[in-house]
T-cell receptor
């Protein structure tokens, strides 16, 4: 039973355009969400987080949006750069307990 | 800040031997550390949660006698794969969570290959 889903396994975007990565969850108790970026054969790198008391959090080129009623969050990268090409995982937890990870979306930013 | 290291980065061993993987938080104290396993083209699967000074909590389906976890200090946790078999070959990743915060910081991972 996958509680966090990333339904798009891959996404291709032109350099300079916006990348939008989506994540859906089923557990209404989730109150903290993270996005990680992962290169092959490396551990995930923390990107940005959001708690359920907010609906938006911004950090430089990265913005995470949370829609609690739809149980949906998204990561926007603007402008996209070739170095952003990686696999992006979303993760969710309830009350600081263990995180549940999505299956990842592979982003390819074309020069 | 928030750097987590893992050692070794790669290990190849013979079937039946044991392998120890270390996870260290370099610039913070981690009251809780996590061990994950990643299968090809799959998400991270949590194996166990370890709290400093207490026994690890294993996820359902993870053999605690096979995957021994020790969290002896606030900066070090070890995962020992005992009597390794080829099906244990995988990418093992640890993460560490500082006290008082929810965010986990990941190590670079260890590629285990069992021949």
């Amino acid at each position: 039973d996958q509680q966090v889903k990333q339904n798009s396994p891959s996404l291709s975007v032109q350099e300079g355009r916006i990348s939008i990565l989506n994540c859906d969850y089923t557990n209404s108790m989730f109150d903290y969400f993270l996005w990680y970026k992962k290169y092959p054969a490396e551990g995930p790198t923390f990107l940005i987080s959001i708690s359920s008391i907010k609906d938006k959090n911004e950090d430089g080129r990265f913005t995470v949006f949370l829609n609690k009623s739809a149980k949906h969050l998204s990561l926007h990268i603007v402008p996209s750069q070739p170095g952003d090409s990686a696999v992006y995982f979303c993760a969710a937890s309830a009350r600081f307990n263990k995180f549940y990870f999505g299956s990842g979306t592979k982003l390819n930013v074309k020069p | 800040g928030a750097v987590v290291s893992q050692h070794p980065s790669r290990v190849i061993c013979k079937s039946g031997t044991s392998v120890k993987i270390e996870c260290r938080s370099l610039d913070f104290q981690a009251t809780t550390m996590f061990w994950y396993r990643q299968f090809p083209k799959k998400s991270l699967m949590l194996m166990a949660t370890s709290n400093e000074g207490s026994k690890a909590t294993y996820e359902q389906g993870v053999e605690k006698d096979k995957f021994l976890i020790n969290h002896a200090s606030l900066t070090l946790s070890t995962l020992t794969v005992t009597s390794a078999h080829p099906e244990d070959s995988s990418f093992y990743i640890c993460s560490a969570r500082p006290a008082g915060g929810p965010t986990q910081y990941f190590g670079p991972g260890t590629r285990l290959t069992v021949l």
